[in-house]
């Protein structure tokens, strides 16, 4: 077995290093996964998967009690084939791909009063994405959510939340035999939401999940995504794109669980930090066992930081059991974006916020037309552009 | 007809041991279809020169004045220098992730002309500049600087002077660290940019060699951040023959 955490970054005192951390679980399969709030202990921030994470603003989460609000669901005509239904809690439980994987998760599970199911029927093909908005109002929430994907479906869904509100949630994806799904989640919250999540997925045979993740707004959004291999031939795409303010904490786990032969996976998450307490991380695991001969995996991590004093840590990790592999490796790097690029950018007539416009644009451009969704991709350029302007004003502020 | 006109200008850098006095009163006029040769040995203030022209922010100057046709230079900031019409070709051009060369030309050549270059003439242009500069056209997709040969970063700081037509360009020893064909071609692009646009040329070299290919009509030698010596073509080819050591022992 080999287990690599590291992280290059070339960032001055903007990342950590894998060495003198906590001692790591034997294996990443040895977490344990429970419906049981109890199971889980409440963290103490030492934790491998807790370390990183603000336990200040997640601790409302962590609390085996329940929580009365609600997220406003704004839900389009579904298309014949796909359904969303109430499901009762032991339904929920009997019907998500595995048990949750940390407190936060199994208190969402817990004191959501049963899920919502979006199912997709068998050999449903949908064209046009199934768009979802929910949206908090400032409550605190509880959610657990099931996708369905049924054997040979193709369908692409978008859930995108806005507002505010302090939500936990459990997301369980079940894609069978030969599904495509394309999921797109989008935190575009106010500035002052806090979200904990955890997205955990099962693929079937031949099915292929391709899973975006954006993360724009919030205080504080940790997003945690595993994705477990069920039956040969699937493959899986992560993508993740996410950009931190000052103020903001993002942070996005991901384990990939090669537990069958010959089923490929692709983990990209790219990230952008502006502002002096603006501050992200990323962890990737990989897990390819011993009966997960012919896997190909590949996952990569980039960070560019705008301005002085934001961090972001990287810390990819990955566990091999069989030398009998196609292919398995990963990169992680942080870099700056420096006053001689800007220097160098200004000195052909490229104004200020153009240069740092180019720069980010540039940087994501790649990542959000992996999206496959036009309407979401023209969208995020947009928010993008929004975040940029927020940044020139705050360092406009600072000149001052 | 343009004119750089620098007068006593002094800058200096902030160091872990003080401020730094480096340019200590640079005279020195440069007129459209000029080209002035700067040489100087290592450490006399000539790259200072061309970053302080340029407006980088490590340099504060303290004394004197940079006029462009009458502007104030000093002024202006970087980029608006840029939109003046004033160009740096870098020693050490930095590489810029994530932004293709392609892009970049577009948004700079935009930034400069203040509105986005007809579609086709410019495809065209950068064709014909590349070709000319015997740069692959793969060269447009890949990112700025990254991963680009020592000579292919000075072919891509000839080729934007070439597409920005400035009134003056500063060459900031454009010709370190060149093989002799990859000095041909830089050479070539820089007199054909000379031939076709009458820029005026501030050259800033260690070497005599770039001056085969590139005729000077004044040579300057710059010691202890000031021009020490004027003159022709003649001074170059006495520099390569005696060295710097004649002005060094005086400095």
Not at chain 1, 124 to 136: L, S
Not at chain 1, 273 to 297: F, H, N, S
Not at chain 2, 20 to 49: F, R, Y
Request: overall charge negative; hydrophobic content about 40%.
């Amino acid at each position: 077995m080999t287990v690599t955490d590291h992280s290059r970054a070339t960032a001055d005192a903007a990342h950590t290093h894998g060495l003198g951390t906590p001692t790591p679980d034997a294996s990443r399969a040895d977490r344990p996964t429970s419906f049981d709030v109890d199971a889980f202990a409440v963290p103490t921030g030492r934790e491998e998967e807790w370390r990183f994470s603000p336990l200040k603003d997640i601790k409302p989460m962590l609390a085996d009690q329940a929580a009365d609000g609600h997220l406003e669901w704004d839900v389009p005509a579904l298309p014949a084939g796909v359904t969303l239904t109430e499901v009762s809690p032991a339904d929920a439980r009997e019907r998500s791909v595995r048990a949750p994987g940390d407190r936060a998760s199994a208190v969402a599970a817990a004191h959501a009063s049963g899920a919502m199911a979006l199912t997709i029927a068998p050999n449903t093909v949908v064209d046009e994405p199934i768009q979802i908005t929910v949206t908090g109002r400032g409550e605190d929430v509880r959610g657990h959510l099931l996708v369905e994907a049924g054997a040979s479906s193709e369908a692409t869904v978008i859930i995108e939340r806005r507002g505010t509100a302090t939500y936990s949630e459990f997301v369980s994806v079940d894609l069978a035999d030969n599904a495509g799904l394309n999921l797109v989640l989008l935190q575009l919250w106010d500035e002052d939401a806090v979200h904990a999540g955890e997205v955990v997925a099962r693929l079937g045979r031949d099915s292929r999940l391709r899973g975006s993740v954006v993360t724009l707004g919030g205080k504080a959004v940790r997003l945690n995504t595993s994705a477990a291999f069920a039956g040969e031939g699937a493959s899986v795409d992560l993508f993740g794109l996410y950009f931190a303010d000052s103020g903001q904490h993002q942070e996005h786990q991901l384990f990939v669980d090669h537990a069958v032969p010959r089923c490929t996976s692709r983990v990209t998450y790219k990230g952008a930090l502006a502002g002096a307490t603006a501050r992200t991380v990323w962890i990737g695991d990989v897990l390819i066992r011993k009966e997960a001969e012919e896997t190909d995996t590949y996952e990569l991590n980039r960070n560019l930081v705008l301005t002085d004093g934001a961090r972001a840590d990287s810390v990819p990790n990955l566990e091999i059991e069989t030398g009998e592999i196609a292919g398995a490796g990963h990169a992680s790097a942080t870099g700056r974006f420096d006053d001689e690029q800007m220097f160098y950018l200004r000195s052909r007539g490229i104004s200020e916020e153009e240069a740092r416009k180019l720069v980010v644009r540039g940087f994501f451009a790649d990542l959000i037309q992996e999206i496959g969704v036009p309407t979401v991709e023209e969208s995020l350029m947009k928010a993008i552009d929004l975040e940029l302007e927020h940044v020139n004003e705050e360092l406009a502020e600072e000149h001052a | 007809m343009s004119t750089l006109e620098i007068k006593n200008l002094h800058a200096s850098v902030e160091t872990p041991e003080g401020t730094k006095q480096i340019l200590k009163g640079v005279d020195l006029t440069i007129n459209s279809g000029e080209t002035h040769a700067i040489m100087g040995p290592n450490g006399s203030g000539k790259s200072t020169l061309a970053y302080s022209l340029a407006g980088h922010p490590k340099y504060e100057i303290t004394e004197g004045s940079v006029t462009l046709d009458g502007e104030d230079v000093l002024a202006m900031s970087v980029d608006e220098r840029a939109k003046a019409g004033m160009f740096l070709a870098m020693q050490y051009p930095v590489e810029v992730p994530g932004v293709s060369v392609s892009n970049f030309l577009r948004t700079a050549k935009t930034a400069i002309d203040g509105e986005a270059p007809k579609l086709r003439t410019w495809v065209k242009d950068v064709k014909k500049s590349m070709d000319d500069l015997r740069m692959d056209s793969s060269f447009a997709e890949r990112n700025v600087n990254e991963g680009f040969s020592g000579g292919e970063k000075k072919r891509h700081e000839i080729l934007q002077m070439e597409l920005l037509a400035p009134k003056i360009a500063v060459l900031d020893e454009t010709d370190s660290g060149l093989d002799v064909d990859a000095l041909r071609i830089v050479s070539e692009g820089v007199n054909r940019v000379k031939d076709n646009t009458g820029l005026g040329i501030m050259l800033i070299t260690h070497y005599t060699r770039i001056l085969k290919y590139i005729q000077p009509d004044f040579v300057h030698v710059f010691v202890n951040g000031q021009i020490a010596e004027q003159g022709g073509r003649e001074l170059a080819d006495r520099l390569e023959a005696e060295g710097y050591d004649r002005f060094l022992a005086s400095a």
